[in-house]
């Protein structure tokens, strides 16, 4: 390589650096925002008391090839502590899911035997088939004022339809995203960093963004007044992260939105039970990012910092794709190539930020199995440790791949599949109603 071409691509390799540096450090201190900023800590608390019931809610599950769950998400959502006439719940399925529907409907005759008739199961037969023409397709049988989203197997806490209607009638807010929490941290290698990750994305990330008004919302436990998001014209059902693009969508107009985590309340979930799934979660989850940011809908924000912030987040999977191909760069230069020792010092700098980065993960585990009763060994931290890496290279292939997707133009839905590896034996036992 002649010295022009060499001074270029180290120059490079400096420039990649510096910004990947930057933006290491930018995610570690979003991942510490509510510990660092205790009047957001405060604020992302469920209020002490409660009001009285004022505000009725339409909560819609949506499910494809969800058999093994459905029955107990449904139980579950039809025993919330709330006034049961205030409260409606609408199952909803494409009409070739025969065994999702038999299932939910079996589970609305126990629950209707019982007294209980407010569960119903919504059939649409035209498409597309995916979650936000689901959502669309529901909506128009919402009869409350509040429309809130669950998933298929969420293990939703029973009062927190009574939260949410605190909240919305103290504070004024028409938009509530509540706290979401993987629980199976041991299940598999992979397990324990995607639970981190929701721990710390609904923990402190979520405030942060909700603070400065660009906010990607979670794909459930959001609660909207009903006529906000009938005036929005609902979900984009052509965008595989509606959940991301409604949030930015309430951004642009200037909506408030409270997001409330508490880990008594929050509503618990799994990781995907096999890698493949993983990938393909992660893959999908990518996608609809690069296809909000396309979409251009962030352009649209009142200020240069929320345009700024909304960019920034919807940037961030074409970053994991470069990040893959950098690590093993950056390994070289610092220990292989004859680099000038600038360069590979300045090249380590973003996987010594990764490193911080796994120790504030560490400290999070130990938060989070205290805040639920589990128990995390040193076994736990030494497995972490050997798949730190990995890891990182998962989500990479996962950004890489989505990237090649929509360079394609596949926007096919990836399911995800479902095995209630989160249940409790309470939640299950409500399927026994009546």
Not at 39 to 66: C, G, M, N
Request: glycine share 6%.
């Amino acid at each position: 390589m002649n010295a022009p071409m060499e001074q270029m691509v180290l120059a490079l390799i400096t420039l990649i650096a510096l910004l990947l540096t930057v933006q290491a450090a930018h995610a570690l201190y979003l991942m510490i925002y509510t510990w660092d900023q205790p009047e957001a800590d405060a604020k992302a608390r469920v209020p002490d008391q409660r009001v009285t019931p004022q505000l009725s809610f339409t909560a819609i599950l949506p499910a494809r090839h969800e058999e093994a769950v459905i029955q107990a998400t449904i139980a579950r959502a039809a025993s919330a502590d709330y006034p049961p006439h205030m409260l409606q719940i609408l199952v909803v399925c494409s009409a070739d899911d025969v065994g999702t529907i038999e299932q939910a409907q079996a589970q609305v005759a126990l629950l209707r035997a019982a007294g209980r008739n407010n569960v119903d199961v919504v059939v649409f037969d035209d498409g597309p088939i995916n979650k936000p023409h689901g959502l669309n397709t529901a909506l128009r049988y919402a009869q409350h004022d509040v429309v809130a989203i669950f998933d298929a197997e969420d293990e939703v806490q029973r009062e927190l339809f009574d939260i949410v209607n605190t909240i919305m009638v103290t504070e004024d807010v028409p938009v509530v995203q509540g706290g979401i929490q993987l629980m199976n941290f041991k299940s598999n290698w992979y397990s324990t960093f995607n639970v981190l990750e929701y721990y710390f994305w609904f923990r402190s990330r979520l405030h942060y963004h909700a603070k400065n008004g660009a906010i990607t919302l979670g794909g459930n436990t959001i609660f909207f007044k009903r006529d906000l998001i009938e005036r929005l014209g609902g979900w984009d059902e052509t965008n595989l992260t509606e959940d991301a693009d409604i949030g930015l969508r309430l951004s642009c107009m200037g909506e408030k939105v409270r997001v409330v985590y508490d880990d008594r309340y929050v509503t618990k979930e799994e990781t995907p039970p096999t890698l493949a799934s993983f990938i393909k979660q992660r893959t999908r989850w990518c996608q609809g990012f690069m296809q909000t940011l396309g979409k251009g809908t962030w352009k649209q924000m009142p200020n240069r910092r929320q345009r700024f912030l909304a960019w920034y987040t919807l940037v961030f999977p074409h970053i994991q794709a470069v990040l893959g191909v950098y690590m093993p760069v950056a390994l070289l230069n610092a220990f292989v190539l004859n680099t000038p020792v600038p360069v590979a010092m300045m090249s380590w700098m973003p996987v010594l930020l990764l490193g911080a980065h796994f120790v504030i993960t560490v400290v999070g585990l130990y938060e989070f199995t205290g805040a639920h009763g589990l128990k995390a060994t040193p076994g736990t931290v030494v497995k972490m440790a050997i798949t730190w890496f990995p890891y990182q290279a998962l989500l990479s292939y996962a950004a890489a791949r989505a990237l090649y997707r929509q360079l394609k133009g596949a926007t096919n839905w990836e399911k995800t599949a479902h095995v209630g590896a989160h249940r409790t034996a309470e939640v299950s036992e409500l399927t026994n109603v009546g």
